[in-house]
């Protein structure tokens, strides 16, 4: 059964999109059966992987709101082993759509639950804010990754995040589990960056994830061209941040393939 997984943080601008397009790129470029989920209604996951938002005519809305199965909105990627469910602007409709539905908070739990045998990992994107399709995210996942910036003010809002999170562990989800905090946007140069990663690794210690997301050019172009940064330079920081990160997920979990880890930059 696979692992579903949400990137969350209220806060815009930490890279949550960068993260589930990369984390999910570098997971299919191992060979593990990847599906990522864009839930944030500016669909930047989708256009990330090469979809234009405005072509998509079956996506997380239509699953959410008219029932349509989950997997006949599922597209394939240029990824041998990653698949995409994606989103357009109509998913700012969904939260209002679906506000008197009974159990309105596990519809994408019922929805997304059929597919974890097809996969090993579910990675959802998740939405800047903590509304009802973020918290169906966090509902239907076994577990979160946080993204923090390195940059003055990422601790802030991080108390009221953990304590959602601990809200929903108790009324709804109590298998939910924090997965790590990954630090992003790191500046190795800045003594601003370093400050913020010594008080994050204090504060939160073995949450924080080891691998470290360093400031890199090529992670912020590749989406531009519709692929991961993988795709766009393998040799570049960024890919190789994000291929050690689903190393280290994958550790965490006990699911190493030791002849892949030897060829880290395999292609599918």
Not at 131 to 136: A, E, M, R, V, Y
Request: aromatic share 6%.
């Amino acid at each position: 059964m696979g692992k579903i997984i949400a990137i969350v943080n209220q806060k815009g601008g930490v890279g949550k999109t960068t993260t589930a397009i990369n984390l999910a790129a570098s997971l299919a470029v191992l060979e593990f059966r990847t599906l990522v989920i864009d839930g944030d209604p500016q669909a930047n996951t989708s256009s990330g992987l090469g979809f234009d938002p405005k072509d998509v005519r079956t996506g997380l809305y239509e699953v959410l709101v008219n029932e349509v199965p989950a997997k006949d909105a599922i597209l394939r990627t240029e990824y041998s082993y990653l698949d995409i469910l994606p989103s357009n602007i109509d998913l700012v409709g969904a939260e209002i759509e679906l506000i008197n539905v009974p159990n309105r908070e596990r519809i994408m739990k019922y929805a997304i639950d059929k597919l974890k045998g097809e996969y090993d990992f579910i990675i959802i994107d998740c939405s800047p804010s903590l509304g009802l399709i973020t918290t169906n995210s966090l509902v239907a996942s076994d577990s979160v990754i946080i993204p923090v910036q390195c940059e003055y003010f990422a601790l802030e809002g991080l108390g009221k995040l953990l304590n959602t999170v601990k809200i929903i562990q108790t009324n709804l989800n109590p298998e939910l589990q924090i997965e790590g905090l990954l630090l992003t946007m790191y500046d190795m140069r800045l003594r601003l960056s370093n400050q913020v990663v010594e008080e994050v690794k204090m504060h939160f210690q073995d949450l924080v994830f080891d691998t470290i997301i360093q400031r890199n050019t090529k992670l912020s172009e590749a989406p531009s061209f519709g692929i991961a940064v993988i795709t766009h330079d393998a040799e570049s920081k960024g890919a190789i941040n994000y291929l050690n990160l689903a190393k280290e997920l994958l550790q965490k979990n006990g699911l190493t393939k030791t002849s892949m880890m030897e060829s880290p930059h395999k292609m599918n």
